[in-house]
């Protein structure tokens, strides 16, 4: 593309040709333009001078210019493009720092050498402002479902030609069994699209969660229109999925909806995902009944919930346990990725031999620890008493409700169970301190004897070591590693503590030790209080 100062129309024509081809604005071109023939300019007269062009945009004539800026004396350091104010008095009436002058220049001819790079420069910029409007173009259909034709296959990953640009559907973002042949029409999902160096990199998924909800907001309207929401989606791509959905209109079954008439709408998005077998249950606030509902088309005989933990025990009939879990676990894992909770299902003669067990071994702790025949055991355990503090420190009304039991035996039950507690309580601080355990961490607030030795145990033996401690760390938790979560277990979580209370103990320990200044926290609380209200009124 030969560009000479003579052919003035020339340099418009081509600015319209390369714009029309590339898409992008004619504007652009001729920046492009004038930077390859200010740069060939400055090869002729000097690389230190700054020399612009100036191309208009209805002639066409090129315009150079060489601009000097007025700089102070001591700042002066190219004298090819700067000069002093003393200097600039020849040029201009009272200059000052900052002023420029600018005076034209004859224009250059390039020779083959400067034509070729000047063509160099504008087709970079002619790929620059390219990616820049694919950019722009596909970064708020981020999110969307796009139509594409496929262009060819590399390494199992699928390059799509979504018609601006090209995009491309990894291996992984793949439905297993789908094979694509060259300009085969595909549906995809718009994963992410990212800004690199290289253009614009369009990932497209058909295994994400949000493809199978895009599709059913296209065949359903009225999740289209807001009046069912999809409020989540568990997917085995290929093979089997869950939806859930909850209708925000009394009159409108979510699930009849989903389904359509005949099954013609959930039939339309199972043959778009490869004949994906889809469960359309309906969504509930309710934990339990909510996995109740997951779990179809097994029928669930009793849910227990721990909330702390995020998880939750089904009991289910032998004949269902199967069904339950589904082949090679697949039912219960959707259910389990639907409610984000760990599932664990026993069938209910599991579930009696567990409770069997447990009442046994609570019954043998009230014998070996309170001197009691195994009759009167078994009537604290079966009135709801499962540990040695609920006999201690219970009001002394809900023991006289046991048949046999009068105010003495009641009084004896109490004596028995404190005089126990605070022997082991003694011999918890005796090893506690053999273990090393100071003063400042024994005296603290909040932590009892077998707490300071299961402490002293793991290295924590003074109140520092105590206040670096992570609530976590003494509470217990759950990480997601790889997808899986994992139980971390806590230093005092044998003694049933909470999140919240770790949390609060560990800043009583960093207040009583100076690191946190109590006026801080207040402040902080007044913040984070006023913000809710603001947002709760802005809402």
């Known amino acids: 593309m030969a560009i000479t100062s003579a052919n003035q129309l020339e340099l418009l024509q081509t600015a319209e040709a390369v714009a029309r081809e590339k898409m992008i604005e004619p504007g652009l071109v001729i920046e492009a333009m004038e930077e390859s023939l200010a740069r060939a300019a400055k090869s002729r007269y000097g690389a230190e001078m700054d020399i612009r062009v100036s191309i208009d945009r209805k002639t066409g004539r090129a315009t150079f210019t060489r601009v000097r800026t007025v700089v102070e004396d001591d700042e002066l350091e190219n004298y090819q493009a700067e000069m002093t104010v003393e200097q600039a008095r020849q040029y201009l009436d009272d200059p000052k720092v900052g002023d420029t002058f600018v005076e034209e220049v004859p224009p250059v001819e390039m020779g083959r050498i400067a034509a070729q790079s000047a063509k160099q420069v504008i087709l970079q910029k002619v790929r620059e402002a390219e990616r820049d409007r694919q950019y722009e173009e596909f970064k708020d259909r981020a999110g969307t479902i796009i139509n594409g034709l496929v262009k060819r296959e590399e390494y199992g990953n699928v390059i799509v030609d979504v018609g601006a640009g090209e995009a491309i559907l990894r291996r992984n973002d793949k439905i297993g069994r789908e094979s694509y042949r060259p300009n085969d029409r595909i549906r995809c999902y718009v994963k992410d699209v990212r800004r690199e160096v290289r253009g614009p990199q369009i990932f497209l998924s058909r295994t994400a969660p949000e493809f199978m909800a895009a599709l059913f907001k296209m065949e359903v309207p009225e999740i289209y229109d807001g009046i069912i929401e999809i409020k989540a989606v568990a997917r085995d791509p290929g093979s089997r999925a869950k939806i859930a959905v909850i209708s925000y209109d009394g009159s409108i079954d979510p699930v009849g909806a989903c389904v359509g008439m005949r099954g013609s709408r959930v039939q339309a998005v199972v043959n778009e995902l490869q004949g994906e077998k889809i469960d359309i249950i309906p969504w509930s606030e309710d934990l339990p009944t909510f996995l109740v509902n997951a779990l179809q088309p097994a029928e669930v005989t009793k849910v227990v919930l721990d909330e702390e933990a995020e998880r939750i025990e089904v009991v289910v009939p032998e004949e269902q346990l199967s069904l339950a879990i589904g082949r090679r676990g697949q039912n219960v894992r959707l259910a389990s990725q639907l409610t984000g909770l760990d599932i664990d299902i026993m069938t209910e003669e599991e579930e009696s031999a567990r409770r069997q067990k447990e009442f046994e071994e609570r019954t043998k702790l009230f014998m070996d620890t309170l001197d009691l025949d195994e009759f009167f055991a078994q009537l604290l355990v079966s009135e709801g008493f499962t540990n040695l503090e609920e006999v201690a420190y219970v009001e002394q009304d809900e023991l006289l409700v046991i048949d046999g039991v009068d105010e003495d035996t009641a009084q004896e039950l109490q004596a028995r169970a404190r005089d126990y507690l ?82 609060h103990l560990v800043m009583n320990a960093r207040i009583l030790l100076g690191w946190v200044d109590p006026a801080d926290l207040a402040s902080e609380a007044e913040d984070d209080e006023s913000g809710a209200i603001e947002a709760e009124a802005g809402a």
């Open 422 to 503: 605070e022997a082991q309580a003694r011999a918890a601080l005796e090893n506690a301190r053999a273990l090393g355990a100071e003063d400042s961490l024994i005296e603290f607030e909040g932590l009892t004897p077998q707490m300071i030795e299961a402490l002293a145990r793991d290295g924590v033996k003074t109140l520092e070591d105590f206040a670096t401690c992570a609530d976590w760390e003494l509470a217990g938790g759950w990480t997601t590693v790889d997808g899986e979560r994992v139980k971390d277990d806590g230093l005092l979580e044998p003694f049933d503590m909470s999140l919240e209370e770790a949390q």
